[in-house]
């Protein structure tokens, strides 16, 4: 992209979605699946059991979304979710061994989850051109508890908790938006998942599409920027490169 193209003219907030976009959700929590799992002497693809645990959130956060029942409270989604999966035939023997503390525990796993690489630096570097915030799904403790966590800088923490819905409900983006006094497209939704950014783009934000590895499924992998035929006003590899951009244009 060329430095003297500004694809995200008068931006003064980005926005990220958290989960996949700035922190390592699948390697974090199977790496601690995986060591409760020796602790215990239980062996099971914890690879599947991270992802059966996310893919129970999204269904129900997008169900919560669109309208329907469901917690409001991502912790005591991730809880639920938990119990069901722990009476699954394939992993009744790891749930014998927990009893409530210790799945309690375990469910705060989702508060510990690991930044990818460029994620600290990154958000360091672009908190001196904009504000930079979340707009998570995740609810507030949950998101304070991992920026403490993972050295993640924020200058604001909005969750979906303070709207009463999840993503990709329109009220979770404008109402982000109005806290910090700016119109939609004064923000910017940064995201891997392509979703996130469709529904920000509808209401008139602009969109920062970031590559990461297995956040999306095959058939979305070419996402590419307006200025070469695409969907989104940019695409970057890290945050570091978005930083970059944004200190040319200025």
Same mark, same amino acid.
């Given at each position: ?10 931006v ?20 601690e ?31 919560v ?22 009476? $699954?035939? *394939? ?5 014998? %061994?927990?009893?409530?503390? !210790?799945r309690?525990? &375990?469910? #705060? ?52 908790? $303070?709207? *009463? ?5 329109? %009220?979770?983006?404008?109402? !982000?938006a109005?806290? &910090?006094? #700016? ?13 996130d ?5 509808a ?26 035929g ?21």
């Amino acid at each position: 992209m060329p430095s003297n193209h500004n694809p995200l003219p008068g931006v003064q907030a980005l926005l990220f979605d958290v989960f996949g976009t700035v922190v390592d959700w699948h390697g974090s929590v199977t790496a601690e699946l995986q060591a409760l799992g020796e602790k215990h002497g239980v062996e099971g693809d914890w690879s599947a059991f991270a992802k059966t645990w996310r893919n129970g959130y999204l269904k129900t956060t997008r169900q919560v979304a669109l309208g329907g029942g469901g917690p409001g409270n991502v912790d005591v989604m991730h809880r639920q979710i938990l119990e069901d999966i722990l009476s $699954l035939p *394939d992993w009744k023997i790891l749930g014998a %061994k927990l009893d409530s503390e !210790a799945r309690d525990e &375990l469910n #705060l796993v989702w508060h510990r989850l690991h930044g990818w690489p460029d994620s600290t630096p990154g958000l360091h570097a672009l908190k001196k051109e904009v504000i930079i915030a979340t707009l998570s799904n995740g609810n507030v403790r949950l998101l304070i508890d991992m920026a403490k966590f993972a050295n993640l800088p924020w200058d604001a923490v909005f969750s979906a908790e $303070l709207f *009463d819905s999840f993503k990709p409900n329109p %009220k979770v983006y404008l109402g !982000a938006a109005s806290h &910090l006094s #700016l119109r939609a497209d004064q923000c910017a939704m940064v995201a891997a998942h392509i979703y996130d950014l469709r529904a920000a783009a509808a209401l008139g934000m602009r969109t920062v599409y970031i590559r990461r590895s297995g956040e999306e499924p095959p058939d979305v992998e070419d996402v590419k920027a307006k200025a070469d035929g695409g969907e989104v006003d940019a695409v970057i590899d890290s945050f570091t490169e978005l930083a970059t951009l944004l200190q040319q244009l200025h």
